[in-house]
């Protein structure tokens, strides 16, 4: 859970799921924020804080991150995090409306790191 030091408000939520310790991988998903939180620098500073934690303490080579193909706001939100598409999972999975969906795979690899955590920093800093 996300919450508002201000309030304590629960504005949202984000975390590891689908963890792969055989191979270094983890997924950041669930996200979601209320209205007013988007587009403020909340996602960054929560992103920054799970891929900190992926990368420089559970060693993870690669850090994913999957999306409704429609989803263009996560996608964008995504990638401003400095995410790179790896493919799209076609008919991957059946929604509320029984039709099946496309899904988006990005992804920040280890190598990539260094350079997505001071993008992030600078981004923050901007907010602070």
């Known amino acids: 859970m996300v919450i508002d030091k201000a309030s304590g408000k629960i504005i949202?939520?984000?975390r590891f799921c689908h963890a792969d310790m055989v191979n270094q991988r983890v997924e950041v998903g669930y996200t979601w924020y209320a209205k007013s939180s988007q587009r403020s620098s909340i996602n960054t500073e929560c992103?920054?804080?799970?891929l900190t934690h992926a990368f420089e303490v559970l060693d993870a080579i690669a850090v994913e991150f999957r999306t409704h193909w429609h989803?263009?706001?996560s996608r964008q939100a995504i990638a401003r995090l400095?995410?790179?598409?790896?493919c799209?999972?076609?008919?991957h999975q059946k929604g509320p409306d029984d039709l099946y969906r496309d899904t988006v795979v990005l992804s920040i690899i280890n190598l990539e790191w260094p350079a997505v955590k001071m993008s992030l920093l600078h981004k923050l800093a901007k907010h602070s």
Do not use: P, Y
């Not at 799209?88 to 008919?91: C, E, I, M, Q, T």
């Open 47 to 50: 992103k920054m804080l799970l």
């Open 12 to 14: 949202g939520s984000t």
């Open 82 to 86: 400095g995410a790179k598409q790896d």
């Open 88 to 91: 799209v999972l076609r008919n």
């Open 71 to 73: 989803n263009q706001a």
